[in-house]
C-alpha cells in the first residue's frame, strides 16, 4: 500500500481554493502563511501564522524569521514589533503544525495594509525518508477521526486567507508575505508576543475514512470476515462478553439475562450478510445492518457507514488484516464489542417500538437515546460501576428485544423450552429492584415473557 494513501491533506483542508493560491512546496514541508486577523485596528496585536506540513516519513528541523513591515503606508519607520523574530522547529514524521509569532503596531501607526515576510532560512531532514505527500497534497481528511477540539481549531484557520511563496534559487530560502489590513481607531495594548509552534496532527491521529478502508478490505470481508459470522460461532462469545462487560458497568447479569443480550447482538451481527449467505437463517434481511450491499456498491456510490461495529472491525483491520479470519475473538475486543452494542440498542429500540406499540420516538431520537444509552453504560465502567445502569436501562431495550426474537436466534437442536424453567424466574429473581417508577417494565416484560412462551404451549406461571 502506498504510503501517500495513508497521510491526509490537512492543509489542502484547511486552505480552501478561494483562500490559496498556490502551497509552496519545499520538498521535505509543504507552507502556506496568513495573518490573523486579517484586519486589525492600529496599536493592537496580530499574529503572523504559518501552517507546516511535512512531506516525509521522517523528523524535520527548519528555523523561521519574521520580517517586519520597514514601514507603515505612508513611509513612518519603525512602527512595529515582535518578542522574537527567529524560531526553530522540530517536526516529527508527516506532522502538520503552525508557528505563531506575534506582531504589535503602536497607537499612531498609519492604517493600511502592510506586508510581513516569513522566510524559512533552512531546513533538514534528520534521517533518511520517503516522501508521503505529493506536491499538491494527499488523502482527504478524515474529520470524524479526530478530537473535538482538533476539528474547532481547523475549522478556525479555515476561515483565514491564506498565500503561497516562493524558494529562493541563489539561496534556497523561501519566503512568504502575507498581508494585514490595519483600521484607525485603535489604542495601544500590553500583550504577550511569545511565539510558538503548535502541533495540528501527527501519524499517531491517523483515522482513516471507513469508506476508504471497506474498499481496501472489501476482499478480506467477503472472503473470510462475513462468512464466518454465524450464531453458532458467534453466540458463546458474545454472552460470555456481555456478562464481563455489563458487570465492569455495575449491573452483573443472571445467566438467562445474558444468554437474551448475547442473541440480540448475534441477530443484528447475522444481519451483515443475511440474503447473500444466509446460512439457513429464517428472518428476513434488514438492509440497514447488511454489509454486503454496500460492498457491491461501486466506490462512489457508498453513503457514510453507520453500522459501528463495521467500522470498528475496519479500523481492526487496517492494523493487521488477520483479523479477518479470526472474527469472534475480534468482535468481543472491548471497541468492537462495544461498537457492537451501540449498534444493538439501537436495533432493539425499533424492534420494541414494532412488537409492543409503546413509543419511543423518531429514529432520529431513539439514535440520541441510544447515544445516551452507551454514554451512561460508558461511565459505568469508567467509575468501576458506581454510576451506571439500571434494571429498566438493561430490560428496555435489551433484554426485551432478545425475548422477542429469541425464537428466531435458537442454535440447531435447540428447544426453547429447555430454557422455561429461567424464564419462569427471571423477573422473580430482579424482584428485589421493583419500584413503582419501574413497574411498567416489570409488567411489559412479564407480558413479552408469556407470549413467547405460549408460542411453545408454556405460558408464564
Known sequence: MAKESLYPDVLGHITTAERLAERLDLGLVQVVAACLPSVVRVGKSFRTILLLQSAVDAPVELVVTLGLPAVDSVGKRGQFSAKMLRIGVGMLAGEVGMVVLPVVSLPDTAPGAVRLTLTIVSIKALERGERVRAPSGGAPLYLDGLRPETRKTLENLGKLRYVGGKKSVLTGEATLQPTVMLEPGGLGEVVDLKPEYRTL????????????LLERFKDDLTQHALPSIDRVKMLAPLTEKAQQRFEQAGYPLKPIEAMLIGRALTNVLEYACTGQMSYGRTY???????????????????????????EAVLNALAEDVRVARYMSRAMVRDVIFDALLHDTVYWAMVTVEVATGIELGTSEEMAVLAQQWMTKFQHGIETDGFEGISFVDVYVPLVLAGLIVYDEMLLPDEDLRAFNPQFQVMLRERADERTDDNEPVFALVSAQLDKTLRKYGLGLL
Open 201 to 212: 496532527w501527527t501519524y499517531a491521529d491517523l483515522r482513516e475514512d471507513p469508506l476508504v
Open 284 to 310: 428476513l434481511p434488514q438492509r440497514d445492518y447488511e454489509v454486503l450491499p454496500i460492498i457491491n456498491q461501486y466506490p462512489h456510490q457508498r453513503q457514510p457507514l453507520r453500522l459501528r461495529w463495521l
